[in-house]
């Protein structure tokens, strides 16, 4: 079992930057892969960004690529979503999620068992 809490969210001009955390308690995250996923009213959980357990692999949806950073820290069970140039269609509620197994590429949401509580950012035009 892991739980996590996600933080960092808020309101941003678009143009602007802000860094997501997301907090893992429990079994050690370095045995997860993680993943950031984001959510809009009416719409259905979008995958953002996903890095292996050792930090060395990570893949990006096309809509983030070269203005997403993710890292993680397993020492402080951390793991970070940079957020640059961001867009009014980045507003969400973004999710930070955890999945077990060998394969770290995993995109789709039922491929986590674990999920954060979400943290709200909106980005004004």
């Known amino acids: 079992q892991v739980q996590l809490v996600e933080s960092g969210g808020g309101l941003v001009q678009a143009g602007g930057s802000l860094r997501l955390s997301c907090d893992a308690s429990?079994?050690?995250?370095?045995?997860?892969?993680m993943g950031w996923f984001r959510q809009t009213p009416g719409k259905e959980r979008e995958f953002v960004v996903v890095?292996?357990?050792?930090?060395?692999?990570?893949y990006y949806a096309d809509s983030v690529k070269g203005r997403f950073t993710i890292s993680r820290d397993n020492a402080k069970n951390t793991v970070y979503l940079q957020m640059n140039s961001l867009k009014p269609e980045d507003t969400a509620v973004y999710y930070c999620?955890?999945?077990?197994?060998?394969?770290?590429?995993?995109?789709?949401?039922?491929?986590?068992?674990?999920w954060g509580q979400g943290t709200q950012v909106t980005v004004s035009s």
């Open positions: 429990g079994r050690t995250s370095s045995t997860y892969n």
């Open positions: 999620a955890a999945s077990l197994g060998p394969m770290w590429y995993r995109t789709k949401e039922n491929e986590y068992a674990y």
């Open positions: 890095i292996s357990r050792s930090g060395a692999n990570t």
